[in-house]
């Protein structure tokens, strides 16, 4: 009786939680499409803000969403944000077939794109208005441990960074800046960095 009743309980939860995504997906469905009737096109980095107001959770499910589908060299990854604020972000990369070697191992390929996107995604929180590139112009990459399992990667911007790439953006159009990403296992040790060049170029929008 108490198997059947666990049973019962355990089909109610998964139920609840799929009638949640259901309800999740039509509302940014019913949001893109007004914006888009208005002439407003949205990212998914602009989507996942408006979410992240109303469930931070629901924020971080969209744009893991969006980077699994809607970036084609990252695709199929399974690339999840766990953390993302103005100053931090981190990104969890499954151990998936895809993201392995021959060895069962992490790609160092795989660890690497996702490094970018992480930081790409951090600084597009701060983008000026207008058009806002951003790309990687040097890469250096440490990897002291061989990774079999998920692995977690960190990025802090720093304030004074991101307010002096912003100031000459605004004077220059155009900058560039160094960005660390830390990498991790999943009992949070260390287990490689990867360091990136960024060219940030800023075309500002008509008024």
């Known amino acids: 009786m108490n198997q059947q009743w666990l049973t019962i309980l355990m089909s109610k939860g998964i139920e609840l939680e799929q009638n949640l995504h259901q309800q999740l997906q039509h509302a940014k469905d019913g949001l893109k499409t007004q914006l888009e009737d208005r002439g407003i096109?949205?990212?998914?980095?602009?989507?996942?803000?408006?979410?992240?107001?109303?469930?931070?959770?629901?924020?971080?499910?969209?744009?893991?969403?969006?980077?699994?589908?809607?970036?084609?060299?990252?695709?199929?990854?399974?690339?999840?944000?766990s953390r993302l604020s103005d100053t931090q972000v981190e990104m969890v990369v499954p151990a998936r077939t895809r993201?392995?070697?021959?060895?069962?191992?992490?790609?160092?390929?795989?660890?690497?794109?996702?490094?970018?996107?992480?930081?790409?995604?951090?600084?597009?929180?701060?983008?000026?208005l207008g058009n806002f590139e951003i790309t990687v112009t040097r890469i250096e990459a440490d990897f002291f441990k061989v990774q079999n399992t998920?692995?977690?990667?960190?990025?802090?911007l720093p304030e004074t960074t991101r307010e002096v790439v912003l100031a000459e953006l605004r004077d220059q159009r155009e900058t560039s800046a160094e960005a660390e990403v830390k990498v991790f296992d999943e009992h949070d040790q260390a287990v490689g960095g990867i360091i990136f060049q960024l060219k940030f170029k800023h075309t500002p929008a008509l008024t």
Request: with cysteine.
């Open 41 to 81: 096109r949205l990212s998914a980095a602009d989507l996942a803000a408006l979410l992240e107001e109303v469930s931070p959770k629901a924020s971080h499910a969209a744009l893991s969403y969006a980077l699994d589908i809607v970036r084609p060299f990252s695709a199929g990854m399974g690339l999840r944000i």
């Open 99 to 128: 993201n392995l070697n021959d060895a069962n191992t992490m790609h160092e390929g795989a660890i690497t794109t996702a490094a970018i996107e992480a930081a790409k995604l951090l600084w597009m929180r701060h983008a000026p």
């Open 150 to 156: 998920e692995c977690r990667l960190r990025m802090e």
